[in-house]
C-alpha cells in the first residue's frame, strides 16, 4: 500500500496554476452547499510521515475554503485534562457539527502506533485497538460522518532530505526537532507497522487515501481533489427517512419480558427501617466517594424508569450522601439543534467526568433503543445498532477508570395510573404530569419489550443493569444506595 505512493509524482508550476484556481472555486461552492444543506460533517484524518507535509496541506486547506466553516484541531500529548478522562472524550469534544469540515492532525491512529512503537501496548493490546478504531468509525459513517483518511507518504530518503532541507533554513530551522529525527531512525522498525494498521483499519465506508508528499503541489491537488468529490457526493447523497428499511428484531425464542414480569414488585421497608438504613447506607457512600483510591476512578450512574417511577427520589437519595463540588445531575431531554447536528451520543461524552467526579444521568443515551424506538423517532437501522455501539461507549467509560452503575425502576402499570392521579391532586406536583406521561402509557406493553430487551442486550460484565423494584420507594431506595456502595467497594478493592 505504502509502496504505491512511492512513485515520483510531480506537477509543473504550469499545471498548478491551471488546475489550483478551478479547485479552490468548487470547494468553495461545495463547502457554501454543505453548509446551508446541513448535510455532513466532513472529518479529515491527517496522518502519515513525519515531514511528509500534512501541516501545510492542512493550512492549504483552510486558504482555498471559508475558514469560518473548517476547524484544525492537532492533537499532541494529551493535557492534564484529557488524561483525567477516557481516552476518546478529547475526540469527541472536537467533532464537527453537520455542515462543517474538521481536519484532525494526529488523531487516534499517530496515538495508537506511538503506544505500541514505545512498548506501551503490545501486539495483543494493538489488535484490540484496531478492533476499536474500526467500531468506532463505522459508527460514525452511521451517523452520517463523512470521513476522509489521509496517509501522506515519503520513502526514508527524501524524509532525510526534507529535514536537511528544513534546517538548513534559518527561517525553518525550529520545525525540525530531536523526536523528528528520533522517527527517522525507527522509519524502517515504523514501516510495518504503518503498512499493518492501514491494511488493517482501510474499511468500505472508511478508506485509507495514501498520498505521496514529496511535491507539495501534488499532494495538495490530490487532496483537495478528494475532498470536492466527497463533498458533492455528501450533498447528492439522498437524506434518511423514517421509513422502515429492514425489519425489526426478530421475537426471541426466550420470553425476555419474563425478566420484569418475574420482579416481587410487594417488596417493603418500613419507614423506620428506612430511616436507619439510609443513615447508614447514604454515610457509607459519603466514605467511599472521599477515599483515596476513589481520584483514579469516576462515578457514572444512570438512572432510568417509566414515568413516575421515582428516579428523582432516588437521586436525591444519592445526593444527600455527596459532596455538592463534586457531582453533576444531567437531565435528558429531547436533543437540542445542537445535539441534532452531531452523531447520537456526542450528547452524553461531552458530560462525562474527570477521575474523582461523579456525574448523574436522569435518563441517558438508553433513550434511543427506548422511547426513540417505541415512538418511531429513528429508524430500526438506529436503534438495532445501537445496542453494540452502547456497549463500546461504555466500554470506554471503564477503560478510562468510570465506574457505570445503571438502574431501571420498575413500577406496576396499576401504581402509575395511581400516582398520576395522586400528581393531579397534588398543586406543587402537577408539573410532573404531562400529555406525553397519558400517551406513553398508551404504549405500555411496547416499553416492556423495548426495556427487556434493552437489558438482554446491554447488560454486561463491566456495566451490568440493576433492575430495582420501585412499587415501594423506601425499598427502591435503599436498593439503589446499597448497589452503588457494593459496586464502589469492589472497584476500590482492586
Not at 22 to 29: E, G, I, N, Q, V
Not at 141 to 146: A, R, T
Request: with cysteine; hydrophobic share 40%; glycine share 6%.
Amino acid at each position: 500500500m505504502l509502496e504505491s505512493a512511492e512513485i515520483g509524482h510531480q506537477l509543473s508550476k504550469a499545471e498548478y496554476a491551471r488546475e489550483e484556481p478551478k479547485l479552490r472555486t468548487a470547494l468553495l461552492d461545495a463547502q457554501f452547499r454543505l453548509s446551508v444543506a446541513n448535510r455532513g460533517p466532513i472529518l479529515i484524518l491527517l496522518s502519515g510521515v513525519e515531514a511528509g507535509g500534512r501541516g501545510e496541506t492542512a493550512n492549504k486547506l483552510t486558504e482555498w475554503m471559508d475558514p469560518r466553516f473548517i476547524r484544525v484541531v492537532a492533537f499532541g500529548t494529551r493535557t492534564s485534562e484529557e488524561a483525567q478522562r477516557p481516552p476518546a472524550w478529547r475526540y469527541w469534544q472536537a467533532l464537527p457539527r453537520k455542515g462543517r469540515i474538521g481536519i484532525f492532525m494526529n488523531a487516534w491512529y499517530t496515538e495508537t502506533m506511538m503506544a505500541f512503537i514505545r512498548g506501551q501496548i503490545g501486539d495483543n493490546k494493538l489488535q484490540a485497538r484496531m478492533h476499536s478504531i474500526r467500531e468506532h468509525e463505522r459508527m460514525l459513517s452511521d451517523e452520517g460522518v463523512v470521513l476522509l483518511k489521509f496517509w501522506v507518504h515519503l520513502s526514508k530518503s527524501e524524509q532525510k532530505e526534507r529535514f536537511e532541507k528544513l534546517e538548513r533554513d534559518p527561517r525553518t530551522r525550529w520545525r525540525v526537532t530531536r523526536a523528528d529525527w528520533n522517527a527517522y531512525r525507527i522509519y524502517s522498525k515504523s514501516h510495518d507497522l504503518w503498512e499493518h494498521l492501514l491494511r488493517e483499519t482501510s474499511t468500505g465506508e472508511a478508506p485509507w487515501y495514501v498520498v505521496e508528499g514529496a511535491d507539495d503541489r501534488y499532494r495538495n491537488l490530490t487532496v483537495g481533489k478528494i475532498l470536492l468529490a466527497s463533498l458533492r457526493n455528501a450533498l447528492a447523497a439522498k437524506p434518511a427517512t423514517l421509513k422502515h428499511a429492514v425489519p425489526p428484531l426478530a421475537p426471541s425464542v426466550i420470553d425476555n419480558v419474563k425478566l420484569l414480569r418475574d420482579l416481587d414488585l410487594g417488596q417493603k421497608l418500613s419507614d423506620r427501617r428506612f430511616a436507619s438504613d439510609l443513615e447508614r447506607c447514604q454515610g457509607k457512600l459519603a466514605k467511599l466517594t472521599r477515599h483515596k483510591r476513589f481520584a483514579k476512578h469516576s462515578l457514572i450512574l444512570v438512572f432510568e424508569g417509566g414515568d413516575a417511577a421515582g428516579k428523582g427520589g432516588a437521586i436525591r437519595r444519592v445526593t444527600g450522601a455527596l459532596d455538592a463540588r463534586q457531582y453533576v445531575t444531567v437531565p435528558i431531554a429531547a436533543p437540542t439543534d445542537e445535539e441534532r447536528a452531531h452523531p447520537y451520543l456526542w450528547r452524553f461524552w461531552r458530560h462525562i467526568p474527570a477521575q474523582g467526579g461523579i456525574v448523574i444521568f436522569d435518563r441517558s443515551w438508553y433513550g434511543r433503543v427506548l422511547v426513540e424506538r417505541v415512538e418511531d423517532l429513528c429508524m430500526p437501522t438506529d436503534w438495532m445498532r445501537a445496542y453494540s455501539e452502547i456497549n463500546q461507549f461504555e466500554e470506554h467509560l471503564v477503560a478510562g477508570g468510570a465506574i457505570v452503575v445503571k438502574f431501571w425502576l420498575q413500577i406496576s402499570k396499576e401504581e402509575q395510573l395511581r400516582r398520576f392521579k395522586e400528581r393531579e391532586k397534588v398543586a406543587f406536583k402537577q408539573f410532573k404530569i404531562t400529555g406525553e406521561d397519558w400517551r406513553n402509557r398508551k404504549r405500555w406493553n411496547a416499553y416492556q419489550k423495548a426495556i427487556s430487551d434493552m437489558v438482554d442486550r446491554t447488560s454486561t460484565e463491566i456495566a451490568p443493569w440493576t433492575l430495582v423494584e420501585a412499587e415501594d420507594k423506601n425499598f427502591a431506595r435503599i436498593k439503589v444506595l446499597g448497589t452503588i456502595t457494593d459496586r464502589l467497594e469492589r472497584a476500590l478493592d482492586r
